[in-house]
C-alpha cells in the first residue's frame, strides 16, 4: 500500500502561480509513476501531468507551457508548479502514484487539494 498526502491547494488570481507538494509513504519501491489529476464537480477526473520512474513526463494538453510536473525521490515527493492560472484550472487537485503489476495497474490516491483560480 501506497499513503499519499497533497499540500499547496488555495485562491489565486487568474495569471497567478501555485505550487502542489505530494508525499508518498509505505511500499515506495513499488511505485512506477507519480503525478495529478484534477476534477471538478460532474466531470470525470483527468490527468494532469505524470512522471514515470524512467522519466518519461506527460502533460494534458491544456497545461502544456504552464504547468511544470518534478520528482524528488529523495523525498518520495512529486510536485506541480502551475504558471499562468486561469479559471478554467479551478478543481481538485489529487495526487497520483501507480505500480504496474502482471494483474495490471494498481492507482493510489490522495484524498486531494482544492485550487480556485478567480477572474
Known amino acids: 500500500q501506497v499513503q499519499l498526502v497533497e499540500s499547496g491547494g488555495g485562491l489565486v488570481q487568474a495569471g497567478g502561480s501555485l505550487r502542489l507538494s505530494c508525499a508518498a509513504s509505505?511500499?515506495?519501491?513499488?511505485?512506477?509513476?507519480m503525478g495529478w489529476y484534477r476534477q471538478t464537480p460532474g466531470k470525470q477526473r483527468e490527468m494532469v501531468a505524470l512522471f514515470t520512474n524512467g522519466g518519461t513526463i506527460n502533460y494534458a494538453d491544456s497545461v502544456k507551457g504552464r504547468f511544470i510536473v518534478s520528482r524528488d525521490n529523495a523525498k518520495n515527493s512529486v510536485y506541480l508548479q502551475m504558471n499562468g492560472l486561469k479559471p478554467d484550472d479551478t478543481a481538485t487537485y489529487y495526487c497520483?502514484?501507480?505500480?504496474?503489476?502482471?494483474?495490471?495497474?494498481?492507482?493510489?490516491w490522495g484524498k486531494g487539494t482544492l485550487v480556485t483560480v478567480s477572474s
Open positions: 497520483n502514484a501507480y505500480e504496474i503489476r502482471w494483474s495490471g495497474r494498481i492507482d493510489y
Open positions: 509505505g511500499s515506495i519501491g513499488s511505485i512506477d509513476a
